[in-house]
């Protein structure tokens, strides 16, 4: 059985709006999805929640920009890191690399924006 993760898909008129409100910084505009559980196999429940807020962002001036997800009130993760949308990348840098930003930098607040988001599973 093909593993994957679980979390939510950004639906196209959603990133239209918040690309918008926060335009990317870096060439290669990601903006599609907000992982919650990694390496789960295909059958995994789906998260339930069908909305989020945008609640802040980070950008480490090399190349990785993400905004903060909060879901159901909380931006926090079963594994530890942080709900997130990648949303843009220089050439050479990963959706992963988010999860090391936001770590190492944390993240600043931004006025909350509301998000709708489609629960699915990605298969790798």
């Given amino acids: ?3 994957g993760y679980t ?29 919650l559980e990694f390496g789960v196999r295909a059958g ?6 069908t909305a989020g807020e945008v609640v802040g962002s980070v950008d480490d001036e090399a190349g990785v920009q993400a905004l903060i997800v909060a879901i159901d009130g909380s931006s926090d993760r079963p594994d530890g890191s942080t709900l997130h949308l990648t949303w843009s990348l220089a050439p050479g840098r990963k959706p ?6 936001i770590a190492e930098f944390g993240w600043r607040p931004v ?6 988001l489609v629960p699915r599973f990605f298969g790798r």
């Fill in 7 to 35: 979390g939510w898909e950004l639906p196209d008129d959603e990133r239209t709006r918040l690309l918008a409100l926060f335009p990317q910084r870096y060439e290669r505009l990601v903006a599609d999805h907000v992982t």
């Fill in 44 to 49: 995994h429940p789906l998260p339930v929640a």
């Fill in 1 to 3: 059985m093909a593993t």
């Fill in 96 to 101: 992963a690399d988010s999860n090391t930003v």
């Fill in 111 to 116: 006025e909350p924006v509301a998000v709708r």
